[in-house]
């Protein structure tokens, strides 16, 4: 894995001082600690950070490619590249490197934009054409590697996060409004947008070209569900594909001149990826990598040893206290250029740290829940379906019921669950589904800011555009297969792969994601959701595959997740931080924040007479986030 940067002086003034480029390259050292390069050309400045995994001696990058004016700055792993390769060379290439970044630059000079087809990984790039004086920028399918870009004056700027983008001295930072509804919404910012005016997030599976001032962009995949009857039914032959396919999109990311490792969260994901790695390799040379809490509801680990046992791997485990997670919290926030509020951040930072110890390269089970239907969410879905149609004194009872459940502070209690469920259930199955998974929807933001007057800020259809407009994309396809697309264009890319990806690249560490591959990717759109979904029991098919070959305490025991206790941490160790980062004349001299609102969630929750640690966590972030990069 790497970190690109660059920008391009649309006025054609030659970039004469390389001290911005440089400014911008090192802020991302963290996800190239390796090696560093530099292309400057005329107007176009290119940057790079290089951490080495395939072809430790020639990787060196900017590339240059030697017959023609093309140029590439590159980040991630493109795992078919031997098979591209060999093509290439029998088209008449030759190469002067073993690396896939060369392979990825002939490719494009060979086939233009429509490369990104053929490639099957995760990267996102940069590529200078001096034929025709254009930027090319893409990103992968899923969005695993990240790529920003704006225009600020006359002067086009990309990188492969926002600090270095923030490191050109042309970026103003001036907080976009609507962005901040989103990420109280969402708890992250939904692509294209960010956090500040005038920069975007390329959308995964897109390409950008920049060409005579003018910004052009294009989808060139998109997951795709088949509609015309022709999809897997058959339980058997399906299982058998399942095992086969996901068995080699491991394989092909075994291939590293690195050790490598897996995380183990005990899960069916990570337990599906080890198992597949037992089969490939000597189990012993398996190094897997798990972390768990003191706090009970919250702890895993004793699910991942089980599978460690299970296939003799060699397993590493670490115990987190909240003192050592709090401890890594400034480190935390250093990592999130944006608000980003999924507080499993922190353990999967640590994890990642642990990992980095021993190994330089870790798969994941990350696309699993997306692909294959394993969130609670998607049972709330189908439970809605039902409620929708329950008589009024039905819906009356239920309301009745979830106020007389006390609040709890353990993981996903049924306090929760139900709260959250009902307060979702009067609105669009596209913005419930956001209000399930978010912190604070239209309403509640109504009493959070201090400034309510503009209707368009607090209005559902703009707050959950993104949403709504993904799941009406494609009209043919039943709800369920809406509500997993959903979550593949914007929980995937915009929470779990950038939590990930930030977490990882912090330590240096890359991370793979089998479920992820282009053709697991194909066989799971051609499986009906009454195959990954059977009545309330999540990721059938993959659970069935799965049994026999991985212990049924594993396949049976119920969806966890990989959260963190900030809850209990608001009425303890984080309480004194928290009271003072919200201290009424900090909130009142900012005048954002309506300060009599969130201190009525502050003492429900230390009280206990609710549980809002999920919506302080929000606040929280936030609020750490502007001390940081706009206060200053």
Same mark, same amino acid.
């Not at 290439?88 to 008449?92: A, F, Q, R, T, V």
């Not at 060369?102 to 429509?114: A, F, S, T």
């Not at 239920?398 to 353990?410: D, E, M």
């Given at each position: 894995m790497c970190g690109i940067c660059?920008?391009?002086?649309?006025?054609?003034?030659?970039?004469?001082?390389?001290?911005?480029?440089?400014?911008?390259?090192?802020a991302l050292i963290h996800r190239g600690p390796d090696d560093e390069g530099f292309f400057i050309k005329d107007n176009v400045a290119l940057g790079h950070r290089r951490l080495s995994i395939i072809d430790l001696e020639k990787g060196h990058q900017p590339i240059c490619d030697e017959t023609s004016p093309l140029c590439i700055v590159y980040n991630g792993e493109v795992y078919n590249f031997p098979e591209l390769k060999t093509e290439?060379?029998?088209?008449?290439n030759v190469f002067s490197t073993h690396s896939d970044?060369?392979?990825?630059?002939?490719?494009?000079?060979?086939?233009?934009?429509?490369?990104?087809?053929?490639?099957?990984?995760?990267?996102?790039?940069?590529?200078?054409?001096?034929?025709?004086?254009?930027l090319f920028l893409a990103r992968d399918r899923f969005g695993k590697k990240p790529l920003y870009f704006g225009t600020f004056g006359r002067t086009f700027i990309f990188g492969s996060e926002l600090k270095s983008v923030f490191s050109h001295p042309e970026v103003i930072m001036d907080v976009d409004r609507m962005s901040l509804g989103k990420y109280f919404a969402y708890d992250y910012i939904p692509s294209p947008r960010t956090i500040i005016k005038g920069i975007a997030k390329l959308e995964p599976g897109h390409w950008l070209v920049l060409k005579n001032g003018e910004v052009k962009k294009k989808r060139y995949w998109d997951f795709r569900f088949e509609i015309d009857?022709?999809?897997?039914?058959?339980?058997?032959?399906?299982?058998?594909?399942?095992?086969?396919?996901?068995?080699?999109?491991?394989?092909?990311?075994?291939?590293?001149?690195v050790p490598l490792g897996v995380f183990l969260s005990g899960g069916i994901d990570s337990s599906a990826v080890v198992a597949m790695m037992a089969g490939l390799m000597d189990p012993q040379d398996i190094k897997t990598f798990s972390i768990g809490f003191k706090e009970r509801s919250y702890n895993e680990a004793p699910s991942a040893s089980l599978i460690a046992r299970k296939f003799r791997t060699d397993h590493h485990e670490k115990i987190l206290s909240a003192?050592?997670?709090?401890?890594?919290?400034?480190?935390?926030?250093?990592?999130?250029?944006?608000?980003?509020?999924?507080s499993s951040i922190i353990p999967t930072y640590m994890v990642s740290q642990f990992t980095r110890e021993t190994v330089k390269v870790a798969l994941g089970g990350d696309g699993?829940?997306?692909?294959?239907?394993?969130?609670?969410?998607?049972?709330?879905?189908?439970?809605?379906?039902?409620?929708?149609?329950? %008589?009024?004194?039905?819906?009356?009872?239920?309301?009745?019921?979830? =106020? *007389?459940? @006390? $609040?709890?502070?353990?993981?996903m209690s049924l306090n929760f669950k139900l709260k959250r469920f009902l307060k979702g259930a009067s609105f669009s199955e596209a913005e419930r589904h956001q209000i399930w998974i978010g912190s604070f929807y239209p309403p509640e933001q109504r009493l959070l800011f201090r400034d309510a007057s503009d209707e368009a800020l607090?209005? %559902?259809?703009?707050?959950?555009?993104?949403?709504?407009?993904?799941? =009406? *994309?494609? @009209? $043919?396809?039943?709800?369920?297969?809406?509500?997993?697309?959903?979550?593949?264009?914007?929980?995937?890319?915009?929470?779990i792969l950038t939590k990930v990806d930030r977490a990882s690249m912090a330590v240096s560490l890359e991370v793979r994601a089998p479920f992820l591959d282009k053709e697991i990717a194909d066989f799971a759109a051609a499986i009906p959701n009454s195959l990954k979904m059977r009545g309330f029991r999540t990721k059938h098919i993959l659970k069935e595959a799965l049994r026999g070959i991985v212990p049924n305490a594993t396949i049976d025991k119920p969806k966890h997740g990989f959260a963190a206790p900030v809850g209990a941490w608001f009425r303890k160790e984080l309480k004194e931080l928290l009271l003072d980062t919200f201290r009424k004349d900090v909130i009142e001299k900012d005048g954002l924040f309506n300060y009599e609102y969130i201190d009525s969630l502050f003492k429900d929750h230390f009280s206990g007479r609710a549980e809002y640690g999920r919506n302080i966590w929000s606040l929280f972030i936030y609020q750490m986030w502007y001390n940081k990069w706009i206060r200053i």
């Open positions: 660059g920008y391009v002086n649309l006025d054609k003034r030659p970039v004469s001082d390389d001290n911005i480029l440089r400014k911008m390259t090192s290439l060379i029998n088209k008449g970044t060369e392979v990825v630059l002939k490719c494009y000079r060979q086939w233009g934009p429509d490369c990104l087809n053929r490639f099957n990984g995760m990267f996102a790039l940069a590529i200078w054409d001096g034929r025709d004086k254009t009857g022709s999809k897997k039914t058959d339980l058997a032959v399906t299982k058998k594909m399942l095992l086969e396919t996901l068995r080699e999109s491991v394989r092909k990311r075994l291939i590293s001149d003192e050592m997670m709090l401890d890594a919290l400034p480190g935390i926030i250093d990592i999130i250029d944006e608000p980003f509020a999924d699993g829940d997306e692909l294959f239907m394993g969130y609670p969410s998607f049972i709330a879905h189908r439970i809605a379906a039902l409620y929708d149609r329950a %008589p009024s004194a039905a819906k009356r009872a239920v309301r009745l019921f979830s =106020n *007389r459940v @006390p $609040g709890k502070a353990h993981y607090f209005d %559902p259809h703009n707050i959950y555009d993104e949403s709504s407009a993904y799941f =009406n *994309r494609y @009209p $043919g396809i039943s709800n369920m297969d809406k509500v997993e697309y959903l979550y593949i264009k914007t929980y995937l890319p915009d929470d």
